[in-house]
């Protein structure tokens, strides 16, 4: 089935680069994402990438795909304290006649003076 | 560009009576909107997808008559909580899509703190 895992927790010092790892199960995504929750929100769509890319960087952000082993990360340099928050990684997948998103549980970032 | 809005922003009711969230797109036409809820410290929960001028299709374990969706306009859903009961409190969350075949980014709304006594 489908199925998208991450680790719940990162804890960083501010300053360092942060890197979170995702995994998913379906080969037929097309895209996959990132958001971020910050306490009490909505989510925030942080950036994207089509399944057919390597690389994707956007500012602090670098989002690495491989396809092959099915692995999504997100690294953010620099981290400051207004990147904690939680991190959701998600994947579209084809359901019907429509696409929807798979979600992971959340990637809970510390960030730490 | 691809705001969301949701309203209200949060609520409190009785047990037993109907609350509705109304979710809209405000610089876009978005021809699909999805509803989730999203309990404490957990991930997003899909439950319906809706696409405009036709019926919700909802995820399994999702009670239609419960949770009462329409998306009458390119620019509006929404969804109806009948009979809510304190069970039903959670975070309630929307997303639209438009139509471009190319585009599938779901763009969210601030979500909707529901309350039931």
């Known amino acids: 089935g489908e199925d998208v895992e991450q680790s719940l927790f990162l804890s960083v010092r501010e300053g360092d680069s942060s890197v979170i790892n995702c995994t998913y199960t379906?080969?037929?995504?097309?895209?996959l994402y990132w958001y971020k929750q910050e306490p009490g929100a909505g989510l925030q769509l942080l950036t994207y990438?089509?399944?057919n890319m390597d690389m994707k960087q956007d500012q602090r952000l670098t989002v690495l795909l491989n396809k092959k082993d099915k692995h999504l990360s997100l690294r953010i340099a620099d981290t400051q304290t207004g990147d904690s928050a939680i991190y959701f990684c998600?994947?579209?997948?084809?359901?019907?006649?429509?696409?929807?998103?798979?979600w992971g549980l959340g990637t809970s970032l510390a960030v730490n003076p | 560009g691809a705001v969301v809005s949701q309203h209200p922003s949060w609520v409190i009711c009785k047990s037993g009576t109907s609350v509705k969230i109304e979710c809209r797109s405000l610089?876009?036409?978005?021809?699909?909107m999805f509803w989730y809820r999203q309990f404490p410290k957990q991930s997003l929960m899909l439950m319906a997808t809706?696409?405009?001028?036709?019926?919700?299709?909802?995820e399994q374990g999702v009670e239609k008559d419960k949770f009462l969706i329409n998306h009458a306009s390119l620019t509006l859903s929404t969804l109806t909580v009948t009979s809510a009961h304190p069970e039903d409190s959670s975070f309630y969350i929307c997303s639209a899509r438009d139509g471009a075949p190319s585009q599938e980014t779901q763009y969210f709304g601030p979500g909707t703190r529901l309350l039931v006594l």
């Open positions: 998600a994947e579209s997948i084809i359901a019907g006649n429509n696409r929807k998103l798979i």
């Open positions: 809706s696409n405009e001028g036709s019926k919700a299709t909802y």
């Open positions: 610089d876009f036409q978005a021809t699909t």
């Open positions: 990438i089509f399944s």
């Open positions: 379906d080969s037929s995504s097309t895209y």
